[in-house]
Each structure stands twice: as structure tokens, then as C-alpha cells.
């Protein structure tokens, strides 16, 4: 004759039995897409519930997942991933476990156009004339837009100019007439006008050259690192309020025919004129260890590093 004892035992076995059925199997629910894009600002959400403890895993070393794992929760799950700053296209897979339920999310990472450094204006991933971040691009004189024929930059070759640095024919302040050889009084034009400035002309929109003012602000309110990026030395900038970067090659100059400094010394031009000096004009200029400000002959061939609004 079966003992209490026995009875209670074959009840308590039957319950976990029970409950054992009714249990739902280890499931991880997606409410984000299967893929997202980070190469817009570096940042980005996963969002799923799961019905055990989870994890959240990538092997790639520039994602950066936290949490990185939690508990079971009924209520929708938010998991931040970060990107660290790109020069190449890229992608990586995050896999987000619960037991032996498994979900996976592709992150695709690409080099933008457009960096928003959280300054006024947003900065071009590249050189006026490249197609990526560490190319050097094409060569401008201050105010001048063509460079498919431009094989030699001095004043005979100059556009705004009658052959020599005191006989400018555009952009000469009114009391700077020594310096004018144009018609009329100095026109007074200190900015370039959009028709003569190479990114508005190359890339259209909003697209234009730095002024001397942005510049400044680039330099003082972003952190600069000398570095090589496949091959090319430069320097990262990265913004010091959302962690965004650009890549500024040391791209040298042109004068006369030949190119110089490449790879040790960079020079970009402002759209800004030198008012003391108006044969000159504002520029940005650096090496590994300065990054400084400076203006010089407009003949010369710099790189343009274009902006927008």
C-alpha cells in the first residue's frame, strides 16, 4: 500500500512535469531591423525582448556593445552599439544569445561624405578632387576653379592678377589701392564670391571652401593626431563633442611646377583674403608636431577642403 509520503512525491514530480511543458522554449524577439547603418554618426540601437538571460557579442574590435548582456525581461531591451571613426568601408555581425535562441544583426559602416563635427558648418570626408579620405586631391590657386590645364602656379599664370602680386584685378580692399590693377577703385571683396570658389563650383549645393573663421574653429575645438592612414601621413580630427573624425592628408603644395612637402606638410586654403596683404590669403597649415594658421600668395597651389552648411 502506497505511504503518503510516496503520494506527495509522485505530486511534486507531476507538478515540475507540468510546468516543464508549459515552460516556452528560449526565444529572443527582434523589434530592429536585421540591419543598421552607423555611418552616419557612429551610434545606434538594438531593441528585442528575450524570455532568458541574454548576451550580446561581436568580435570585431571597433564595435562597442553595452550592455553587454541582462536578464529576462517581458519588457523591450535597448542595447547602444558604437562604431569607432572609419577611412574604409566596413561591416561586422553582433549575435545576441539566450540560451540556444539566436539572433543576429549586420552593422554596416561606410565613409561619408558629409562629418558632422558638431561645429557650425559640417566637414567633406575628403579632398576637392578625391574619392577618399587619404587622397590628395587636386590643386587650387586662391580663386581659381580649373585645374585640368594648371601645370604652373606663379603670378604670369594667376587669374586675378596682371602678371604681378601688385597688380590684382579682383578681391582688394578699398584702401589697399597700391596693391589694384583692375578697373576702377578696389572692388572691396575680401570673401570669395561663389563663382570663384572651386568647392561651390566643383560640387554644387551648398558646398563651399572654409572660411579663415572656420577653420579657427576646427583647430581649437577638435583634437588633432598626427597618423598614417594606408600609407598616407596626416592627421585625424576629431570632434571633441560627439567623437566624429575627418582625415586631413599631408597633401604639400604646388608652386611653379613642382609639388613639395608631400607627405611631411599640409596646406589648405580658407576662402578668407589676407586684408593687410591682399595678395595673400588665409590658409591652414600643419606638420607632426604644429597646426597653426597663416596666409600666403594666392598663386600658389594648395588642397581645398570642402564645407556645408
Not at 511534486?12 to 507540468?18: E, G, I, K, N, V
Not at 573663421?213 to 570632434?239: A, M
Amino acid at each position: 500500500m502506497m505511504t503518503q509520503k510516496y503520494w506527495g512525491q509522485l505530486v511534486c514530480a507531476a507538478l515540475l512535469l507540468l510546468l516543464g511543458a508549459c515552460q516556452k522554449p528560449p526565444q529572443i524577439t527582434m523589434t530592429t531591423p536585421a540591419t543598421i547603418d552607423l555611418s552616419a554618426d557612429c551610434s545606434g540601437t538594438i531593441t528585442f525582448t528575450a524570455n532568458r538571460d541574454w548576451t550580446a557579442n561581436c568580435p570585431d574590435s571597433w564595435i562597442h556593445v553595452f550592455p553587454a548582456s541582462g536578464p529576462m525581461s517581458k519588457d523591450p531591451v535597448t542595447v547602444t552599439v558604437r562604431c569607432d571613426a572609419t577611412y574604409e568601408d566596413r561591416r561586422a555581425t553582433i549575435t545576441i544569445m539566450a540560451e540556444d535562441a539566436v539572433q543576429t544583426v549586420t552593422v554596416i559602416q561606410e565613409v561619408t561624405e558629409t562629418v558632422d563635427l558638431g561645429l557650425s558648418v559640417k566637414w567633406r570626408g575628403w579632398n576637392l578632387g578625391a574619392t577618399r579620405p587619404e587622397e590628395y586631391g587636386d590643386y587650387y590657386a586662391w580663386g581659381e576653379v580649373a585645374v585640368e590645364k594648371k601645370d604652373n602656379y606663379y603670378w604670369p599664370t594667376y587669374k586675378w592678377c596682371n602678371g604681378a602680386s601688385n597688380r590684382l584685378t579682383k578681391y582688394c580692399p578699398a584702401d589697399r589701392g597700391n596693391y589694384w590693377d583692375g578697373t576702377g577703385a578696389p572692388d572691396g571683396k575680401t570673401v570669395l564670391d561663389p563663382e570663384d570658389d572651386a568647392a561651390h563650383v566643383v560640387l554644387g549645393g551648398k558646398w563651399r571652401m572654409p572660411t579663415d573663421e572656420e577653420w579657427t574653429e576646427i583647430r581649437t575645438q577638435c583634437t588633432w593626431t598626427w597618423t598614417t592612414l594606408n600609407g598616407v601621413n596626416g592627421y585625424i580630427v576629431e570632434s571633441k563633442s560627439n567623437g566624429n573624425s575627418i582625415f586631413l592628408p599631408a597633401a604639400g603644395y604646388q608652386l611653379g611646377t613642382n609639388r613639395s612637402s608631400l607627405g611631411s606638410y599640409g596646406y589648405y586654403w580658407s576662402s578668407s583674403l589676407g586684408t593687410d596683404e591682399p595678395n595673400k590669403a588665409w590658409y591652414v597649415y600643419f606638420y607632426s608636431d604644429l597646426v597653426n594658421r597663416g596666409y600666403g600668395y594666392r598663386y600658389v597651389g594648395f588642397p581645398v577642403r570642402p564645407v556645408t552648411e
